[in-house]
């Protein structure tokens, strides 16, 4: 009888948590503090292995990685030069034909410090909450691309859903000729899907997919993915058209929170 | 000197708290299927030690604060856990006179009805469950059992816990 009651009372939980989403997140986040501590001991390892790497490491390696991190900053600059032109041509050209200006982003350095343990999802945890500005909705991306987008916020840490996540689309549209589709994770890190992709659109093997802003959850022109393969049946009516994410999803640790457009201005 | 009662108060919360760290620590994405139910195992266990003083309630309080924890819907473990400890419960005879391998085997039909009361409730809210995978956690929980039974008689012993 209690077994009965208990197991009752958490179903209307998880029925409730889904549909009175908006009263029950609030209350979650306050909750959540005492998850804290968990992930301050998971984390630790990985905490003591960056510590390990800074500080046991040999004068010939540091000069070397020095020197090669000066020759990478020295190629990375060159770029620039030619980037400042570019953006001045760019600006000049949006003027011409009256569009919007491109902003800049700002961008918050934040670290992964754990994996949502439920492999029905695809979520990684930050170290940055709403203290540092976080808000449900901003973009997560590291050095190579678009990640995913904050679903859960708390005063000390976020959860962030992959865009690989069965559950996560984003308007991406093709780098090469604008053409816009809809890439949707499908459950399998490596792989997206591009929605309702028609059989005669132009879109070619190793074409970039970048963010197209639509949707106004993710700014124009971060990286999603690359196409990798594409099958034309003529049985159905699209395209089935896969792309790798250009995000390292499963490696990178160091990863970026972009404040941009409108909902970085409300949240501010 | 410590009563026996207060240091099971003292040795449970502290299995739970490792179980839950163990439950949260990261894995990388394609390997968390390989994770075994160490909260689910953990409580089958004590219920079977002391089953007049554990029971559903330890398990919904301990699968709520999985919950919470691992940010998974409110009441999603909390469910799956009351529903595999009552099964428990149903069963501690039998159990208790088994050997290590029918043991085994029961273990895999309990933490195979907590995760498909666990996947159920995703489902549910509309996740998509890959149904071969679903099998990893269930046999590789099993295959601990004999692991986690021995690891906590040893615990038991070396606190001189009251065999109930």
Known sequence: MRAFILALIALVLVVASSLFRAQVDPLKSQLDVIAVPFYWVTDLPGRFDAWFDDSMVSREALQQENRSLKGELLILQRKLQQFATLAADNARLRQLMNSAELVHDRVLIAELIGVSPDPTEQVVVVNKGSEQGVFVGQPLLDAYGLMGQVIEVNPYFSRVLLITDSNHALPVQINRNGVRAVAEGSGDLYELKLRHVSNTVDVKVGDLLVSSGLGQRFPVGYPVADVISILHDPGKSFATVIARPKAQLNRSRHVLLAFSGKQASEAR | ?164
């Open chain 2, 1 to 164: 000197m410590a009563t026996p009662g207060s240091r099971i108060r003292f040795l449970l919360p502290i299995s739970i708290v490792l179980a839950l760290i163990l439950m949260v620590y990261p894995l990388p994405l394609e390997w968390r299927w390989a994770r075994p139910e160490l909260l689910a195992l953990l409580l089958i266990y004590w219920v079977l030690k002391y089953p007049e003083q554990l029971g559903v309630g330890l398990a919904f309080l301990a699968g709520l604060a999985q919950d919470l924890i691992q940010g998974s819907v409110l009441g999603q473990h909390a469910f799956a856990l009351v529903i595999a400890i009552y099964i428990c419960q149903l069963s501690i005879q039998r159990l208790r006179s088994y050997g290590m391998a029918q043991q085994v085997a029961w273990v895999i039909l309990l933490v195979g009805l907590h995760n498909l009361f666990l996947y159920w409730s995703a489902v549910m809210i509309g996740r998509q469950v890959p149904i071969l995978l679903f099998w990893a956690p269930v046999l590789i929980s099993a295959a601990m059992w004999p692991l986690l039974r021995g690891a906590m008689d040893f615990l038991r012993r070396y606190f001189r816990l009251p065999a109930a």
